[in-house]
């Protein structure tokens, strides 16, 4: 079968020349002096792209290595852990912190809206002795993202140590790590980045290295232990060896994003155009506030199975889409158009195609998706 067009919220399409570049030939990444140069450079671009002068390092593993590196490195038994939750990966966020022995307090906010500001204003004003908040720059499995931009700076004023999982968001919304003082911001290569399954990218701030840094019980891993990795540069050290062919193409992907410089406007308007299509096809979209531009998510109308969407999408059109899991399971259908998917193109063969699948099955919209958003861009 031909390879599919994956308009996935992640992993997403990967642009022919990264591809090239992972395909480029090794050094050894442990001995070599030019690669720890190369991934200073990596790292260096990673910075430009989310604002800041914090350390970031490139981890070797997907996301969720950043997420439970943080939660190794930060929390110690005993620790108030607030745990800011409206949606699946901010529920989850907790149960990370738990089993690095954080005592963990929930603000659960609306699972259809982003974070409320001034409900966690409240919160906060009663309850605020916490030692690092986590919380989610976008939930993927509903589309919906939250005003990090404000919880943040809101965070700091109580000296709370923020850990955003921004996966979904960089490289496809703004983001302003030092404007907005957030203190570790962590990404994956996979979702707006473009780039292959596998690394974790990682921003950490002054006041996040001291915790690290000035810890009573040693941090229990290696793997997920942050302070082994302060002075890799000087030292020209890695805790274990690189993969270096991964790393490649990400700072491929990287370049592409920079060099075209767009992205932001991009994704905003792709977003919009997928938004405004489905409402006008009388369809509804499930976040009542907070849509993501990255990924759209759309409650599955009566009459027809995620199953059957998906599998029509595959079959007839070569096309996968994802649906959600948990309590989203069957209830909706998600697009991912971050990345490489996030152009006209690709966003409208996907739309068509799902206009096809909903007229085979029955379903009637009014009008067609992929007829409004050509109207809309
Ligand atoms: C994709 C993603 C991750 C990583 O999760 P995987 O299931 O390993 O892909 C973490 N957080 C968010 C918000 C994500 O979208």
């Known amino acids: 079968m031909k390879k599919p067009l994956i308009m996935t919220p992640g992993p997403t399409e990967i642009h022919e020349d990264v591809r090239k570049a992972m395909a480029q030939d090794i050094t050894n990444p442990d001995l070599d002096i030019d690669f720890f140069e190369f991934y200073k ?28 590196a943080a939660c190794a490195s930060l929390i110690e038994p005993g620790d108030r852990i607030l745990c800011i939750d409206n949606g699946i990966f901010g529920k989850g966020f907790g149960d990370f912190a738990k089993i690095y022995g954080g005592e963990v307090i929930y603000f659960e906010g609306d699972y259809r809206r982003a974070i409320d500001l001034n409900e966690l204003k409240d919160f906060l004003e009663k309850d605020n002795d916490f030692k690092l908040a986590t919380l989610v720059y976008c939930e993927t499995p509903s589309g919906i993202t939250n005003p990090v931009d404000e919880i943040c700076p809101l965070l ?31 990404g994956g290569s996979q979702k707006c980045l473009s780039a292959s399954p596998g690394l974790t990218l990682l921003s950490i701030s002054k006041d996040a290295w001291d915790i690290i840094l000035n810890r009573n019980i040693p941090i229990k891993s290696f793997y997920c232990n942050l302070a ?11 805790p274990y060896t ?8 990400l ?6 994003i920079l060099e075209r410089g767009d992205y932001i406007e991009r994704h905003k308007k792709i977003a ?20 993501s531009n990255t990924v759209t998510t759309v409650l599955i109308p009566k009459g027809i199975s995620f199953n059957e969407i998906f599998s029509s999408m595959l079959e ?37 195609a799902l206009n096809n699948v909903f007229k085979k099955h029955g379903i009637k919209l009014n009008g067609s998706l992929h007829k409004y958003f050509v109207d809309i861009m």
């Not at 069957?330 to 697009?335: E, H, L, P, S």
């Open 242 to 249: 690189q993969p270096i062919s991964d790393i490649y193409g």
């Open 41 to 68: 450079q990596t790292c260096d671009k990673l910075k430009k792209l989310l604002n800041t002068k914090n350390d970031v390092l490139i981890l070797n593993g997907e996301g969720i290595l950043g997420l439970e």
């Open 272 to 291: 919009n155009g997928v938004r405004e299509s489905f409402i006008q096809a009388g369809l509804e979209l499930y976040p009542l506030s907070g849509y």
């Open 251 to 256: 700072d491929c992907a990287v370049d592409r």
């Open 228 to 238: 082994l990795w302060k002075n890799w540069y000087e030292e020209k050290w890695f």
């Open 316 to 352: 007839d059109h070569n096309i996968m889409i994802a649906g959600a899991f948990d309590y989203l399971e069957n209830k909706v259908i998600r697009i991912g158009h971050m990345g490489e998917n996030c152009y006209e193109d690709k966003t409208y063969i996907t739309l068509k």
């Open 156 to 186: 700091k004023e109580y000296g709370i140590i923020s850990v955003v999982d921004a996966v979904s968001a960089i490289g496809g919304e703004p983001i302003e790590v030092d404007k907005w003082q957030m203190d570790v911001v962590l």
